[in-house]
């Protein structure tokens, strides 16, 4: 094993070492926000959403915020392997002019979300028999309602500067809006530090659902008029919940989550605060994957795909480093099946916050 490595809380490391990886022990998927970081995930989905998680028809709750709803909310299509590749397809493909404005990258994301959903897509998330896909977005309060550039950053200025003396005090800027397929589950209905209220997924509501969950301050406009919410304007779930920092451990079964990396960062306005990181007792049910580190290494440019290649980049140049780590990822994904297949590597999967991975 050499592109993937497997970390667990104390209570997945004794389950799976103890029975092997089953996708029956998982009733819950993680995806964290990140935006094209989920290009290094994308051959380890293709086997979870088209193998692992194939035979499946008990409930699977997904949790996902900004990219990491997307990627997850494809699980709810009846193809999800097509929509996922839709996904990975236009957004590593997506062109934009010299100087785009926030306009040009909100049609842009709009298109995709398109895309990806189809002609049916949002009424299959919305009514399937049993994956429960929730999506995060953060409704906007005061400054940050505003479309204004000066305003907003003024707003951001203070949610950075409020999110410093207390993560609590965030909830004064932003209200945690998650929209959930199907019953609520336990696991997503007793989140804590935000006051947070639960809108069900409808077929009318999908598509902005998901647009609010990726609309990230200052680069996309935040969505408005989302059927079944609450007024107001919504932006990126990323904000509240960058990597989460949630009690998983309320919910029944295991939680998986395929991640970028083995830290986790709560919230947006932490990614600056190395102090702030969850807290282990979270994570105690918890299989993380992630791309190792010699992987990593031996990608173009030694690392994975980010926001900031859009700037650094051109067209050309950031299309052909995305492909090649779109093709390259699909070592992950072989690992963690031949783990699940006869169990090699069991026992080199590493205590969750025992490393000193930065």
Known sequence: MGAL????????????????????????????SGGPKWFVLYGLDRYLFGE???????????????????????????DPVAGLDRLAKHYSGQRYSATPTVAEISREAAALVD??????????????????????????????ASERRSTLMAGLGVSALTNLLSRRLLGLSFQRIVFHGGPLTKSVGELEEFATEFVRLRTSNVRKALLASGSIPLVLEGVRDIPGAPDGVYRDGGITDYH??????????????????SHFIPG????????RRPRPEHFHNVLVLAPSRDFVSQLPYGKIPDRKDFETMDFDTRAAYWQTVLSASAALGDEFAEMVRSGEGLDRIKPLFASTRK
């Open 115 to 144: 895309i990806v959903l189809g002609e049916n897509g949002a009424q299959e998330i919305a009514e399937h028999n049993f994956v429960r896909v929730n999506i995060v977005a953060d409704r906007a309060r005061g400054l940050l």
């Open 244 to 261: 989460f920092d949630l009690p998983f451990q309320s919910g029944e079964g295991l939680v998986l989550y395929p991640h970028f990396y």
């Open 5 to 32: 490595e497997v970390y667990a809380g104390p209570t997945a490391l004794a389950q799976v070492q103890r029975e092997g990886v089953k996708a029956a022990s998982f009733n819950t998927i993680v995806g964290a």
């Open 268 to 275: 947006w306005f932490d990614k600056s605060l190395p102090w």
């Open 52 to 78: 692992f998680f194939a035979h499946r028809r008990t409930p699977l709750v997904t949790l996902g915020s900004s990219a990491g709803a997307w990627r997850l909310s494809c699980l709810g299509l009846h």
